[in-house]
T-cell receptor, first 117, second 114 residues
Framework: AQTVTQSQPEMSVQEAETVTLSCTYD???????LFWYKQPPSRQMILVIR??????QNATENRFSVNFQKAAKSFSLKISDSQLGDAAMYFC??????????????FGKGTLLTVNP | ETGVTQSPTHLIKTRGQQVTLRCSSQ?????VSWYQQALGQGPQFIFQ???????GRGNFPPRFSGLQFPNYSSELNVNALELDDSALYLC?????????????FGPGTRLTVL
């Protein structure tokens, strides 16, 4: 079974600085998707960024970027120019590439990010 | 475009009771997935519904059941509630057959079992 591990229960960063959240996963599949979701205190899970395993290029969305190391099964999230609104719980998630029941997401336990003014 | 909505927001039940949680999927989405998020944990996949049929299930007992209606809204039913069922229940909708495989989450229902 696939597993997702986030080894940092909590992280903090100064406003305008850069922070990196770590994620490792275990799978025997060669094609899959990886995601970072943000869950603010409002509880609504919001997709931050996604990476398709067959793509070599690391995904980027504005201030958010990933470092995807397929061989090492590592998928870290870098947040640049951190803003107060970035404070939230961040979850790393895995999904197999095919459809049907494989649309289930497997989540890590999350990293609570605090942004200090 | 209306996002994913869930009702109720909060719910308190006692052990042994039954509960029904509701989810309205985002417009145009035909697939709904349910997740249980215990306090301090990541969401755990319960099951998924596609075109009114269960289409994948996680490691949850049969007392967790669901329905999907022709308008693609969905219900999660939990019988014989246990204290460990206290959690945030999230639903997510998507439209994989239409190239929209991103899952959009609702705000969740917080269930407390006493």
């Amino acid at each position: 079974a696939q597993t997702v591990t986030q080894s940092q229960p909590e992280m903090s960063v100064q406003e305008a600085e850069t922070v990196t959240l770590s994620c490792t996963y275990d799978t025997s599949e060669s094609d899959y998707y990886l995601f970072w979701y943000k869950q603010p205190p409002s509880r609504q899970m919001i997709l931050v960024i996604r990476q398709e395993a067959y793509k070599q290029q690391n995904a980027t969305e504005n201030r958010f970027s990933v470092n995807f190391q397929k061989a090492a099964k590592s998928f870290s999230l870098k947040i640049s120019d951190s803003q107060l609104g970035d404070a939230a719980m961040y979850f790393c998630a895995y999904r197999e590439s095919s459809g049907g029941s494989n649309y289930k997401l497997t989540f890590g336990k999350g990293t609570l990010l605090t942004v200090n003014p | 475009e209306t996002g994913v909505t869930q009702s109720p927001t909060h719910l308190i039940k006692t052990r042994g009771q039954q509960v029904t949680l509701r989810c309205s999927s985002q417009s145009g989405h035909n697939t709904v997935s349910w997740y249980q998020q215990a306090l301090g944990q990541g969401p755990q996949f319960i099951f998924q519904y596609y075109r009114e049929e269960e289409n994948g299930r996680g490691n949850f007992p049969p007392r967790f059941s669901g329905l999907q209606f022709p308008n693609y809204s969905s219900e999660l039913n939990v019988n014989a509630l246990e204290l460990d069922d206290s959690a945030l229940y999230l639903c997510a909708s998507s439209a994989p057959g239409r190239g929209l495989d991103e899952q959009f989450f609702g705000p969740g229902t917080r269930l407390t079992v006493l």
